[in-house]
């Protein structure tokens, strides 16, 4: 009997949040109730009830959870009517009731799920909360910071819910900062884990049409098979070539190396899940298949960085839009970086076209003309993808269809796939690249996190980094040789999975001739300056891709699950400045903990609206082209990687103007509210039958959109910060990581790699994913990723068989 629903594979057990003491717990839960909080009319049965049994403890917590926020009842009864009269096809209205009575903290799944998020974050970072969650809990700092002087824990929940309205409007950053994280946190958990909202608004985990694709049995390698290692008595395999990192470079590398011969071994600190267990429920696949538990340490609490970690990597987890690098930014590149010339060549083209031609990209049918509306909405499109297209058409912006992963010309319709795809048909690196690259004889191991790379005399006993200044920064190409590298190997559970307490660690040393790093952008900086490497410009140069989100609201069911997850794109905003910067507009993935994380926050009434009407709602990202950089580093305590990014100002005028331009889409589409996450911006609602297709001309300005829009610009460039400047609490987001291991030919003066992938004054180590981008490419990065992987890993395979023939010859 063929299966009817993946299986969800287990979690391990959650962490005991001993990092914060019971009162500090109580304030941190105080205000994520707060931002959900429960609504009931008054009178309430169930606040009476409340109000006999007291204070609840949860866990041994105790703050005050006797409070609702109470209505009065006609109010009440009003809100929950218009609720429900804004469904095509009305949910109950005792669901309703019960969604807005809900209190987060009243669910254990919701609790587990925020810890585990909290337990991913850095201890310097949760030490630092605690601390102000301290002070919040006594009357001078809660005076101080919220001007109550009772503690923040003590008061009713419509007193807490004022406080983070308060600090949204802060002039204070760090306030408004704050006030961004509780919302975030409690709207992206809550929308993850709560059963009411999964009620009213239908949504399920499980695909409605799920079928198990095939998967390949790939054959991972076990270590520690003679028992428990010591530290001088490391487990050593030895192999040609040793490949850092799975993803959309690694698994384009080891399947041309392996076809070229050579012995290739994958090491990948993921693990793989088969399509019988794709996709997964947002928590688990939050979890198991992205970085960090899926929230990755940013210095700026207002940009929040997803990136895949699993096997495969991002090519497992993204939306299946395969884009090539744009004319424009492979000119930039080949202009403005010396050396980088060949990527307007036409071995680059070559290169861009066999990763597109191995995963399908150009197997499909040929694209309908942009001329008509009705040839752009077909079948193939979400609503979502429509509303891009046909908006388009009628405001004269440039638009147009996006090509996937998916061969045969087959349109994908799976909105699920950020969390895996059960069906196979995305072509992504898990069941098309490291399957060939196995066929030809390439080995894996999963589970591997590398400590560092091994160069001549090192033989990898000594735990921890290399010295820091063990290798000096030189541009010499006779520099030391790299052989290998070390890492700790976590063996999976007894029963196949990766919860339970019995799994094995094992030492282990892979000597090999080349060594290529591919771990992403985020960590093959690390690796490399964990392996002693002095080069400044190690983890500089940092592109994000930030984006804004638009949300819209329709009369009609936008089916938000249904059909490709990114479709369709306007173009007209991607040149604001002359120089190729500005914003892509997209549909974004409607999983409800990333389409209702962004929602701008208002107060708890408005929030829970808002996401009941998830039935309803489309959400766009206006995704900006970044000019200007960050960086990353190792957290000193844990070694994971920290953002150290904020956008620039120009990128920032750009994004406002992305958004202005998505919200003009979807009133010219009908939207019946419209929703920047801006913060501190109120919702556009059209006066009645002003977004009706028939009695509205969208070429002609609508006055109070414009007013609507002028005040999205000048929120988004507040001056209620002390020194003016930008609103740091607006929400970016970002999916695409680039640049911090830049290539370029100029001897490492503003590069890491040369132009074939070297790192500068090494001999034998590469580096072959987006981190070697010279910039941002300003469209979703696979395809360049696997072109440049496809152009480097040739260049070693051709330099493999040069030193082959020397070897034979001896000349």
């Known amino acids: 009997m063929r299966p009817s629903a993946p299986i969800t594979p287990k979690l391990a057990p959650s962490p005991l949040g001993d990092w914060w003491n019971e009162t500090q717990w109580a304030v941190f839960l105080s205000l994520l109730d707060a931002v959900v909080a429960p609504v009931v009319a008054k009178g309430d049965a169930r606040m009476e009830q409340q109000k006999k049994s007291g204070a609840a403890p949860i866990d041994g917590l105790r703050f005050n959870r006797t409070s609702y926020k109470r209505l009065p009842k006609d109010d009440f009864d009003a809100l929950v009517d218009r609720t429900r009269h804004a469904f095509s096809l009305p949910p109950n209205r005792l669901a309703i009731v019960d969604c807005f009575a809900n209190r987060a903290s009243d669910d254990d799944e919701f609790l587990t799920a925020v810890g585990r998020t909290l337990g991913g974050a850095s201890p310097g970072s949760k030490a630092d909360l605690g601390q102000f969650l301290t002070l919040l809990s006594g009357k001078v700092g809660a005076f101080v910071f919220t001007g109550y002087c009772t503690p923040v824990q003590d008061q009713p929940v419509h007193i807490r819910e004022k406080i983070l309205q308060n600090w949204s409007r802060s002039w204070i950053p760090l306030l408004r900062r704050l006030a961004r994280m509780f919302q975030a946190l409690a709207q992206s958990h809550w929308a993850m884990t709560n059963p009411i909202f999964r009620t009213v608004t239908g949504y399920s985990d499980v695909p409605k049409e799920w079928r198990q694709g095939p998967t390949f049995s790939f054959n991972f390698l076990q270590l520690g098979q003679n028992g428990d290692q010591t530290e001088k008595n490391l487990e050593v395999l030895d192999t040609d070539i040793v490949i850092v990192g799975s993803g959309c470079g690694g698994a384009v590398c080891a399947k041309i190396l392996a076809a070229a011969g050579h012995r290739v071994v994958v090491v990948e600190k993921g693990y793989h899940y088969p399509q019988s267990q794709l996709p997964m429920p947002q928590n688990e696949g939050t979890r198991l ?102 908006s388009s058409i009628k405001l004269n912006f440039k638009a147009e269809s996006l090509l996937q992963n998916t061969s045969g010309g087959k349109a994908h319709d799976d909105g699920y796939c950020h969390l895996g795809c059960g069906s196979a048909e995305k072509k992504g690196t898990s069941v098309s690249w490291l399957p060939a690259a196995a066929k030809a004889g390439a080995q894996f191991i999963e589970g591997f996190h590398v400590e560092r790379v091994l160069f001549e005399g090192d033989d990898g006993t000594s735990v921890g980094d290399a010295a820091a200044s063990s290798i000096p920064h030189t541009t010499s190409s006779r520099g030391p040789r790299a052989v290998g590298v070390v890492g700790t190997w976590l063996s999976r559970d007894e029963n196949g999975g990766v919860a339970g307490q019995t799994r094995k660690k094992t030492r282990a040393v892979i000597r090999a001739k ?248 090494t001999q034998g180590l590469y580096v072959a994913d987006a981190s070697v981008f010279p910039s941002a490419s300003g469209v979703n990065p696979m395809v360049t990723t696997m072109a440049f992987a496809d152009w480097i890993a040739n260049g070693i395979a051709q330099e493999m068989a040069k030193e082959r023939r020397f070897d034979r010859s001896g000349t």
Request: glycine share 8%; charged share 20%; aromatic share 8%.
């Open 289 to 390: 298949l992205f970085e960090n538990g899926g929230i990755l340490a940013s210095t700026d609490p207002a940009i929040s960085v997803v990136a895949g970690a699993c096997w495969g990597g991002g090519g497992t987890v993204n939306w299946s839009v395969s884009l090539r690098t744009p004319d424009r930014v492979r000119q930039e590149w080949a202009r403005g970086q010396p050396g980088m010339s060949f990527v307007t060549s036409p071995a680059f083209d070559a290169s861009m076209d066999r990763v597109c031609d191995f995963m399908g990209v150009n197997d499909v049918v040929e694209e309908p003309s942009p001329s008509t509306a009705a040839a752009l909405s077909t079948d193939e499109q979400s609503h979502r993808g429509r509303v891009l297209l046909d």
């Open 514 to 761: 080349k060594i290529i790093v591919a771990c992403g952008s985020l960590w093959s900086p690390l690796v490399l300056k964990k392996s002693g490497l002095a080069n400044p410009q190690i983890g500089q140069n940092l592109h994000l891709h930030p984006s804004n989100v638009v949300a819209a609201y329709f009369d009609e069911e936008t089916k938000p699950m249904d059909k490709g997850i990114l479709t369709s794109i306007c173009t007209s905003f991607e040149d604001l400045d002359g120089e190729y910067h500005g914003s892509r507009l997209e549909p974004m993935c409607m999983l409800p903990s990333l389409a209702l994380a962004n929602l701008p926050w208002n107060s708890s009434v408005d929030f829970k609206t808002a996401a009941m009407r998830y039935p309803h709602l489309d959400v766009f990202i206006a995704l900006t082209r970044d000019r200007d950089s960050g960086r990353v580093f190792a957290d000193p305590v844990t070694g994971q990687p920290i953002v150290d990014y904020a956008p620039s100002e120009l990128d920032r005028e750009h994004a406002v103007e992305g958004v202005i331009g998505t919200a003009r889409l979807c009133h010219a589409a009908g939207a019946n509210e419209i929703r920047a996450s801006v913060a501190n911006t109120h919702p556009f609602i059209p006066a009645a039958k002003a977004y009706s297709h028939a009695d509205r001309d969208p070429n002609k300005d609508d006055p109070a959109f414009e007013t609507w829009a002028k005040e999205v610009r000048e929120a988004a460039k507040s001056a209620s910060s002390l020194w003016g400047g930008w609103n740091v609490a607006t929400p970016f987001a970002s999916a695409h990581q680039m640049g911090t291991c830049r290539m370029g030919d100029d001897d490492g003066k503003a590069s890491v790699v040369n132009p074939r992938g070297q790192v500068w004054g």
